[in-house]
């Protein structure tokens, strides 16, 4: 796996965005010479194992964060998909927050001026958009959001990434490690075209500050066409283990995603979208094949034996062990914008909205300096107060800090949003780092869930006003 030993003239800056993961540690690790990376991570770096490598904190959910962790940087990596939560409660789905995460970092990309960012998201199949798995369609979504600005993408879609610590991989190996008989259900005979680590991050490589590939999708995999249960077989193969594989015509999803959680050794969070996906089946659209660089692909059983036998993985940071703020909120919703408002129209009217919705409950006020506060009929101090942000909101995006309420217990940490992504299409409203005052367990069962059902109240009425 040693890159080409061209070095260019002056390395450029090149920024990861997942660097901690399974291809953007390996691509670190074999291709730090050829370029100056920043790896981007949550957490603080302790001991720094690459010298040649930076590493920067980020929060990739705030703008402003992101904006500084790219600043400086030709290319931008995009490696994120659906980020472990940062905080104890975590309201929102997989696609949603992938949405606002690849927005954020669309827009801090373009304030940066950044050249060029690459994204490696999954094969697509030849259906509409409504027919895709959620996992699919979010893949598609993040794909539209990052090229959606000034920074040119490069979309890179792949299938299975077959190489050592691949989760995708993993899975597959685990099976056939532990099941003498596999039976496999109906979605292991779609098609798909796997690829080795090795191909993929040297077409990474190509990719990297190269013209040609701007503004373009590129689909990758090794030419040889097969089925997931010809994956298994080839895989035992390979493995010298005997094992008895047959299929049976049922497509049982929950089954399928048991079975290959137990025996595959997989978190429940990678299974479920990888197992709904499978349905399809998976090939490099020959519009879109990758054709910048002649390629000598690694077979699918020379995939599998480099990703066995290699047994020593990249070195990776020592990381500061964050202590962070406790019992923190996040929650996440997605609302169609049917009537192609403003973020700016709809923050305006939620806060008109919300008082007169609870009429007998709730009054809105707004104090000399422009916060704004919702208060019990017959209270003075509010629950919860907010205060726009005007150097930090646009007419796509509006912020409000957290700054008062007897129902917050910190008024310097949370913020509330309303933005649109992809061309207005939707708006996301969005509360981050909200740190609750009432105690946990009665929090979570009432308050929690109460912003939840008012949430969704307000989407049918924005809904109601599109139709109007």
Same mark, same amino acid.
């Given at each position: 796996?040693?890159?080409?030993?061209?070095?260019?003239?002056?390395?450029?800056?090149?920024?990861?965005?997942?660097?901690?993961?399974?291809?953007?540690?390996?691509?670190?690790?074999?291709?730090?010479?050829?370029?100056?990376?920043?790896?981007?991570?949550? &957490?603080?770096?302790?001991?720094?194992?690459?010298?040649?490598?930076?590493?920067?904190?980020?929060?990739?959910?705030?703008?402003?964060?992101?904006?500084? %962790?790219?600043?400086?940087?030709?290319? %931008?990596?995009?490696?994120? #998909?659906?980020?472990?939560?940062?905080?104890?409660?975590?309201?929102?789905?997989?696609?949603?927050?992938?949405?606002?995460? %690849?927005?954020?970092?669309?827009?801090?990309?373009?304030?940066?001026?950044?050249?060029?960012?690459?994204? *490696?998201?999954?094969?697509?199949?030849?259906?509409?958009?409504?027919?895709?798995?959620?996992?699919?369609?979010?893949?598609?979504?993040?794909?539209?959001?990052?090229?959606?600005?000034?920074?040119?993408?490069?979309?890179?879609?792949?299938?299975?990434?077959?190489?050592?610590?691949?989760?995708?991989?993993?899975?597959?190996?685990?099976?056939?490690?532990?099941?003498?008989?596999?039976?496999?259900?109906?979605?292991? =005979?779609?098609?798909?075209?796997?690829?080795?680590? #090795?191909?993929?991050?040297?077409?990474?490589?190509?990719?990297?500050?190269?013209?040609?590939?701007?503004?373009?999708?590129? =689909?990758?995999?090794?030419? =040889?066409?097969?089925?997931?249960?010809?994956?298994?077989?080839?895989?035992?193969?390979?493995?010298?283990?005997?094992?008895?594989?047959?299929?049976?015509?049922?497509?049982?999803?929950?089954?399928?995603?048991?079975?290959?959680?137990?025996?595959?050794?997989?978190?429940?969070?990678?299974?479920?979208?990888?197992?709904?996906?499978?349905? #399809?089946?998976?090939?490099?659209?020959?519009?879109?094949?990758?054709?910048?660089?002649?390629?000598?692909?690694?077979?699918?059983?020379?995939?599998?034996?480099?990703?066995?036998?290699?047994?020593?993985?990249?070195?990776?940071?020592?990381?500061?062990?964050?202590?962070?703020?406790?019992?923190?909120?996040?929650?996440?919703?997605?609302?169609?914008?049917?009537?192609?408002?403003?973020?700016?129209?709809? %923050?305006?009217?939620?806060?008109?909205?919300?008082?007169?919705?609870?009429?007998?409950?709730?009054?809105?006020?707004?104090?000399? &300096?422009?916060?704004?506060?919702? #208060?019990?009929?017959?209270?003075?101090?509010?629950?919860?107060?907010?205060?726009?942000?005007?150097? &930090?909101?646009?007419?796509? &995006?509006?912020?409000?800090?957290?700054?008062?309420?007897?129902?917050?217990?910190?008024?310097?940490?949370?913020?509330?949003?309303?933005?649109?992504?992809?061309?207005?299409?939707?708006?996301?409203?969005? *509360?981050? =780092?909200?740190?609750?005052?009432?105690?946990?367990?009665?929090?979570?069962?009432?308050?929690?869930?109460?912003?939840?059902?008012?949430?969704?109240?307000?989407?049918?009425?924005?809904?109601?006003?599109?139709?109007?």
């Amino acid at each position: 796996m040693n890159p080409s030993s061209e070095l260019p003239s002056k390395k450029l800056t090149v920024a990861i965005a997942g660097a901690g993961g399974y291809i953007g540690s390996w691509f670190i690790d074999q291709y730090k010479d050829r370029y100056h990376f920043i790896g981007l991570s949550r &957490r603080q770096v302790q001991f720094n194992p690459y010298p040649e490598v930076e590493w920067r904190q980020v929060e990739l959910y705030s703008i402003t964060s992101t904006v500084e %962790a790219l600043r400086g940087v030709d290319v %931008a990596i995009y490696l994120v #998909h659906s980020m472990s939560a940062s905080t104890r409660l975590n309201q929102g789905s997989f696609e949603d927050t992938d949405l606002l995460l %690849a927005d954020n970092f669309s827009r801090a990309a373009a304030l940066n001026e950044v050249k060029q960012i690459i994204y *490696i998201g999954g094969l697509l199949p030849d259906e509409p958009e409504e027919k895709l798995s959620r996992h699919l369609k979010s893949r598609l979504e993040v794909e539209q959001t990052l090229g959606s600005r000034k920074s040119k993408l490069t979309a890179i879609r792949a299938s299975i990434i077959v190489g050592p610590g691949g989760s995708s991989f993993d899975m597959i190996k685990n099976l056939v490690k532990k099941l003498p008989v596999l039976m496999c259900p109906q979605w292991t =005979e779609s098609l798909t075209q796997p690829i080795s680590l #090795h191909d993929t991050l040297v077409i990474l490589d190509a990719c990297i500050g190269n013209p040609k590939v701007y503004d373009q999708i590129i =689909e990758i995999g090794s030419p =040889e066409v097969m089925s997931y249960r010809e994956m298994l077989e080839r895989t035992a193969q390979v493995m010298e283990k005997k094992r008895f594989v047959f299929s049976v015509p049922v497509f049982s999803l929950g089954l399928s995603k048991f079975w290959v959680g137990l025996f595959g050794d997989s978190p429940p969070q990678l299974v479920s979208p990888l197992v709904e996906s499978l349905r #399809h089946t998976l090939l490099v659209n020959p519009s879109y094949k990758f054709k910048q660089k002649n390629m000598d692909y690694l077979s699918y059983e020379e995939s599998v034996k480099v990703a066995l036998e290699t047994v020593e993985r990249p070195k990776m940071p020592v990381f500061v062990r964050s202590e962070g703020v406790k019992n923190t909120v996040r929650s996440i919703q997605r609302m169609p914008n049917k009537g192609q408002n403003s973020s700016l129209w709809v %923050a305006n009217r939620y806060a008109i909205w919300l008082p007169i919705f609870f009429r007998f409950i709730i009054r809105g006020k707004v104090s000399a &300096r422009g916060d704004l506060g919702f #208060h019990l009929l017959w209270g003075k101090e509010p629950m919860l107060q907010l205060t726009q942000i005007p150097d &930090r909101s646009d007419s796509q &995006r509006q912020l409000f800090y957290i700054t008062g309420g007897w129902l917050v217990k910190r008024f310097d940490y949370g913020w509330l949003e309303f933005r649109e992504v992809l061309d207005s299409k939707y708006i996301i409203s969005a *509360i981050h =780092e909200f740190v609750p005052r009432l105690p946990w367990f009665v929090y979570i069962h009432t308050q929690a869930k109460l912003h939840l059902w008012v949430m969704n109240r307000f989407k049918h009425y924005l809904e109601k006003k599109a139709a109007l």
